[in-house]
């Protein structure tokens, strides 16, 4: 037990909960809108890996990881657009078509891979990073906190502008309408459809974005089936904060932390059967479904599509 | 100014008018060629039963849905209203049957909605407008409430204010008055009148004659999809509101005259002790759940052929006594008995095989499956029985036999027996649930608010029915709450207060003082 409460542990492991919890904000930040606009969104999983893998792909062509951001954002954008055709604008089960595009996406992204990179494995080098004046001096928590790339803080600034557009503007009253009442958006004379559009290509943006950092920044390599469930992960996020993004903010840094513990306490030499570690952040979330499930009540259309005049 | 062709008296030019226009939808003709026009400065009344067309018409008005033939005029011009928008656009705004505001948002988010998405709400200038708006037609509402802590009433006025907020020119209201206390209604009464005086059009749709009578200025009734007949604001206030009533009821009804077709009185018959109860009750009772209340000592008797009526202010335990009677809910002590037989522990299909009957007042809620077809929501209670289902089989034959004879006896007016029982008018589910009740065996049928939501001729039918069945012999509980209802039909009423029975009445010439005064909680 003598690596457990040394600095270099606990460095090691709030930096990896940093890492771990982005993805899953953006991923949960997301879903948020599209829950909001009243969209089960099941495909932000495929969302991520097509993000994942076209981030990687741009960076390592590039050479520029901004570039691989804007690429990665742009494949969730894409598969976002296939979800909202699909399920906003012709109604089809919003369930049946998220998973068929996380599967669809995960089998198309594995094939590309092995074309492409199989023989090779190709690593992007260290991602840059920003340190934060004077607070990355702190002993410690400065490293761990204050030492990551640029986007890692923009990411955290994103949690605050949601709530602004949530609390403060038109766009944050015509979602929360679209996902309530949609009948009541409509005859206010907002485009219900048009109102979920925007926020499911929200989603697949963020969601893009976040395969893109997972796979550039956090792992440095894509390999199939990277994302291992962080889409889902920010689908419970979602669930959990309700229309709250702090709480999305929250959440993702406690599942950041139990998926930074796998990895740490590995390094530490802990003998603890890795598949038990990896198993904490699903455990955390029976635990904070548990907790906080039954609390509050999801938009009353969450889920349903709209169709004008229906009865 | 002298017009050649359709003479126009009171001079004032249309705001909207509809030329012939016609809806189609699958099986069904919901308008059929009518003709409207909507002038400013003018309450239109359009008064119709369930299913005449009324809503329809509207959804065409507010741009929900698109004619199938004939035109809409707006200000003379022909214009196609292809969505809500574009009519709010037009100065067309629309106070729908079932609100149209998102409950977890305040009233002033509700009004803000449909800015421009990428500006910042203009809180501000809402609240000086409204504040106008407000104090000159006295409509008063706390823009910082959440809409879902609003009344009905209060909801409605939000609904108006948001229409005269977008500069409205004509306001529509369908059906506003069926949620409101009788005061609502009255002051929605006074409110239409002023917004009239201040040059608004408005229509303002209710099946309810009365209404129409003493809020209109020109009333259309609509009948099965046509207009049947027009009252002008000349020939209004030339009659008096009988004279009006009458004039109505024959429009609707054709050569059914003679007052409010409502009144029916009916003389209690009395029944002697010694006639064996084919329904008796004792001491029943039933654990108050969260919100709802239980029962406690509730007694009595019915016997065959009497119509015995349950009084008393919503909610007061009457649909947990129909429940517990028709065995969905569980009993905690008493015993029923259906001609002596003890009903305690039996299930709702063995209740109701033995004759005990029950006709819930959650017509598509618990009564139908709104997705399955007529034929098979005739036999919900008997699935799994045969002759309709053998070895876990469904027999549809036997089914589609059966159900086209109900649909017959009963004169349910449905596209065909495949149709969802969600897409027929209230009037046509209460006969099927009729229809299902009443067959093989009822001996002891339990009503809960059986009019309720209906028109006029479906209440008539139903209550006919409900006369009928009680002449055949069966015991019958009527559970409503319109008084008038109940003194109309019953032998004795029996009024109904926290979960217990606090008084029967023989249904003489002063029950109605006797049951009031129960009601409110004196001694009759």
């Known amino acids: 037990m003598t690596g457990l409460f040394s600095e270099v542990f606990l460095g090691a492991l709030l930096f990896g909960a940093i890492t771990a919890a982005i993805p899953l904000l953006l991923a949960g930040l997301g879903e948020q809108m599209s829950e909001k606009a009243g969209v089960l969104n099941i495909g932000i999983e495929g969302m991520m890996i097509g993000g994942a893998y076209l981030g990687f792909v741009a960076a390592f062509y590039s050479g520029s990881l901004w570039l691989g951001f804007l690429f990665g954002a742009c494949a969730g954008i894409a598969v976002a657009a296939l979800m909202a055709l699909l399920c906003v604008r012709l109604g089809l089960n919003q369930i049946v078509i998220g998973i068929g595009l996380t599967l669809g996406l995960e089998g198309l992204t594995a094939l590309l891979h092995h ?138 840094l406690l599942f950041g932390l139990c998926l930074s513990l796998t990895t740490a306490m590995q390094v530490a030499g802990i003998n603890i059967p890795t598949d038990v570690i990896q198993m904490l952040p699903f455990l955390a979330v029976m635990v904070m479904l548990v907790a906080f499930g039954r609390r509050g009540s999801l938009p009353a259309a969450l889920g349903i599509p709209y169709e004008r005049g229906a009865r | 100014m002298t017009s050649a062709s359709p003479p126009r008296p009171a001079g004032k030019p249309d705001l909207v008018t509809l030329e012939r226009v016609t809806k189609r939808f699958p099986g069904i003709v919901a308008n059929n060629a009518v003709d409207l026009s909507i002038r400013a400065g003018e309450v239109h009344v359009l008064l119709g039963e369930n299913g005449a067309g009324k809503s329809t018409l509207i959804g065409m008005l507010s741009g929900l849905q698109q004619p199938t033939e004939g035109r809409i005029l707006v200000g003379g011009t022909p214009t196609p209203i292809t969505s809500p928008r574009h009519a709010l656009a037009l100065g067309i705004g629309t106070v729908f049957q079932h609100m149209m505001l998102v409950p977890t948002l305040t009233v002033a988010e509700n009004l803000l909605l449909g800015g421009s998405w990428w500006r910042r709400p203009k809180a501000g200038e809402l609240q000086a407008r409204a504040a106008e708006i407000g104090r000159t037609l006295g409509i008063s509402v706390d823009l910082g409430a959440r809409v879902e802590d609003l009344s ?26 069926s949620m409101l206390t009788p005061k609502g209604i009255d002051d929605l009464g006074a409110l239409m009148r002023r917004l009239a005086e201040n040059g608004l059009a408005i229509v303002f749709i209710t099946h309810k004659l009365k209404e129409a009578a003493a809020f209109g200025d020109r009333i259309s009734v609509l009948k099965l999809g046509r207009k049947v007949g027009e009252i002008t604001p000349e020939r209004l206030r030339s009659l008096g509101e009988d004279e009006i009533v009458a004039e109505i009821v024959e429009m609707m009804f054709g050569a059914r005259a003679g007052g409010d077709p409502e009144e029916a009185q009916r003389t209690a018959r009395a029944f002697p002790e010694a006639v064996a109860p084919l329904l008796e009750v004792r001491d029943l009772a039933v654990p108050a759940g969260s919100g709802t209340p239980g029962l406690s000592g509730v007694s009595f008797a019915v016997r065959p052929g009497e119509i015995l009526g349950i009084a008393g202010i919503d909610g007061n335990g009457q649909k947990q006594l129909a429940e517990a009677l028709a065995g969905q809910l569980a009993a905690s002590g008493g015993t029923i008995r259906l001609a002596g037989e003890a009903m305690d522990g039996l299930g709702v299909g063995e209740r109701h095989r033995k004759g005990l009957r029950y006709l819930t007042d959650d017509r598509l809620g618990e009564g139908t499956v709104g997705s399955f077809p007529v034929s098979i929501n005739f036999f919900l209670k008997q699935i799994g029985t045969p002759p309709f289902w053998r070895n876990g089989i469904e027999q549809t034959a036997a089914i589609d036999k059966r159900a086209g004879e109900l649909v017959r006896a009963y004169d349910v007016r449905t596209p ?98 006797r049951v009031g005064r129960l009601m409110i909680g004196l001694a009759a």
């Open chain 2, 416 to 513: 065909s027996l495949e149709t969802p029982i969600g897409r027929l008018s209230g009037g046509n589910i209460q006969k099927i649930l009729i229809a299902r009740e009443f067959a093989d065996g009822a001996r002891a049928v339990i009503f809960n608010k059986p009019t309720y939501g209906l028109d006029l001729a479906n209440t008539l039918a139903t209550r006919q029915r409900i006369r009928d069945i009680a002449t055949g012999g069966a015991a019958v509980l009527l559970i409503s709450t319109d008084l008038e209802e109940l003194l109309g039909m019953c032998d004795r009423i029996s009024v109904m207060a926290s979960g217990a029975l606090v008084g029967t009445v023989d249904n003489a010439a002063d029950a109605r003082t």
């Open chain 2, 152 to 177: 009905l009433g209060e909801q409605q006025q939000v609904e108006i204010l948001r229409a005269l907020l977008r500069d409205s020119r004509l306001l529509i209201l369908d059906e506003s008055t």
């Open chain 1, 115 to 252: 074309f492409q990179f199989s023989r090779s494995y190709p690593r992007l080098p260290a991602a840059e990073r920003t340190e934060i004046p004077l607070l990355a001096d702190i002993p410690v928590l400065g490293p761990a906190l204050f030492r990551h790339h640029l986007i890692v803080y923009l990411a955290i600034a994103l949690v605050f502008v949601m709530i602004y557009v949530y609390r403060r503007t038109q766009l944050g009253l015509n979602l929360q309408a679209a996902g309530d009442k949609p009948a009541a958006l409509d005859v206010a004379g907002v485009d219900v459809i048009r109102t979920r559009t925007v926020a499911v290509l929200f989603t697949g943006a963020m969601a893009g974005l976040g395969g893109a950092y997972l796979a550039n920044v956090g792992a440095g390599i894509f390999i199939p089936f990277i994302t291992n469930g962080a889409g889902f992960l920010g689908i419970v996020l979602a669930m959990l904060a309700r229309g709250r993004p702090v709480w999305v903010l929250l959440g993702a």
